[in-house]
T-cell receptor
Framework: GAGVSQSPRYKVAKRGQDVALRCDPI?????LFWYQQALGQGPEFLTY????????KSGLPSDRFFAERPEGSVSTLKIQRTQQEDSAVYLC??????????????????FGEGSRLTVL | AQSVTQLGSHVSVSEGALVLLRCNYS??????LFWYVQYPNQGLQLLLK??????LVKGINGFEAEFKKSETSFHLTKPSAHMSDAAEYFC??????????FGTGTRLTIIP
C-alpha cells in the first residue's frame, strides 16, 4: 500500500485478555517504530526495529508488552493480560532510513492511523 | 532532563488571523525539533523540522517555525488561518538518536 497500515483500527478487550496489533509499514522501509498515545497526551516511544532487529525496547512499559518483526516487514505488538491503563492509541511509524538519519535533513517518519485499544 | 513543553492545550483563532502555537524544549545537547499535525482519524503528518541548518524553517501548508536557542523555543506560526488548519499539533524533539519525544499537543480551532 501507499502508506503505513494498522489493524485493527479499534479493539475492545476485557481486562486480562491478550491482544495483538498489526503494522504494515511502507514497502521497503527499514525502520519501524511503535508509539503509545494515551488520551490527551502526546505519543510516547515504545520500541524501534531496524529490519528484523529490535534495537531499542526501552519504552515498553512492562513485560506484558512484546513486539516482533520477524521478516523485517510486518510488525506485531502483543499485549498480554491487558489492564485498563493499557487503553490508548497505538501508533506505528516507518522510515526508509535508519538511526540518526531518520531525524536529519532527508529523513522522515510516516505514521499510520493507529489502533485504538479500549480495555474494559 | 530533556523534555518538550507545549503551552496551551487549546488555541482558538479567527479565520484569517495569525496562528501561534508555542513549544519550548529542555536539552543539554543540540536538539532536532519537529512539528507534526494530526487531522481527525488520520495519522501524524510532518509539518516541518529543524536540523541545525537555517533557524527559520518553512513547512507545508504555509506554516513556519523559528528556532531560538536563547529562548529554547520553536514556536509554530502561520500568518493567516484557514478553516482547514483545524487539527491537533504536536511539537517533538530528538536528542541525538532516532527516538522522538512529543509534547502533549495543542488543539487548534478556527472560528469562522
Amino acid at each position: 500500500g501507499a502508506g503505513v497500515s494498522q489493524s485493527p483500527r479499534y479493539k475492545v478487550a476485557k481486562r486480562g485478555q491478550d491482544v495483538a496489533l498489526r503494522c504494515d509499514p511502507i514497502s521497503g522501509h527499514v525502520s519501524l517504530f511503535w508509539y503509545q498515545q494515551a488520551l490527551g497526551q502526546g505519543p510516547e516511544f515504545l520500541t524501534y526495529f531496524q529490519n528484523e532487529a529490535q534495537l531499542d525496547k526501552s519504552g515498553l512499559p512492562s513485560d506484558r508488552f512484546f513486539a516482533e518483526r520477524p521478516e523485517g516487514s510486518v510488525s506485531t505488538l502483543k499485549i498480554q493480560r491487558t489492564q485498563q491503563e493499557d487503553s490508548a492509541v497505538y501508533l506505528c511509524a516507518s522510515s526508509s532510513t535508519s538511526g540518526q538519519a531518520i531525524i536529519t535533513n532527508t529523513g522522515e517518519l510516516f505514521f499510520g492511523e493507529g489502533s485504538r485499544l479500549t480495555v474494559l | 532532563a530533556q523534555s518538550v513543553t507545549q503551552l496551551g492545550s487549546h488555541v482558538s483563532v479567527s479565520e484569517g488571523a495569525l496562528v501561534l502555537l508555542r513549544c519550548n524544549y529542555s536539552s543539554s545537547v543540540p536538539p532536532y525539533l519537529f512539528w507534526y499535525v494530526q487531522y481527525p482519524n488520520q495519522g501524524l503528518q510532518l509539518l516541518l523540522k529543524y536540523t541545525s541548518a537555517a533557524t527559520l524553517v518553512k513547512g507545508i501548508n504555509g506554516f513556519e517555525a523559528e528556532f531560538k536557542k536563547s529562548e529554547t523555543s520553536f514556536h509554530l506560526t502561520k500568518p493567516s488561518a484557514h478553516m482547514s488548519d483545524a487539527a491537533e499539533y504536536f511539537c517533538a524533539v530528538a536528542f541525538g538518536n532516532e527516538k522522538l519525544t512529543f509534547g502533549t499537543g495543542t488543539r487548534l480551532t478556527i472560528i469562522p
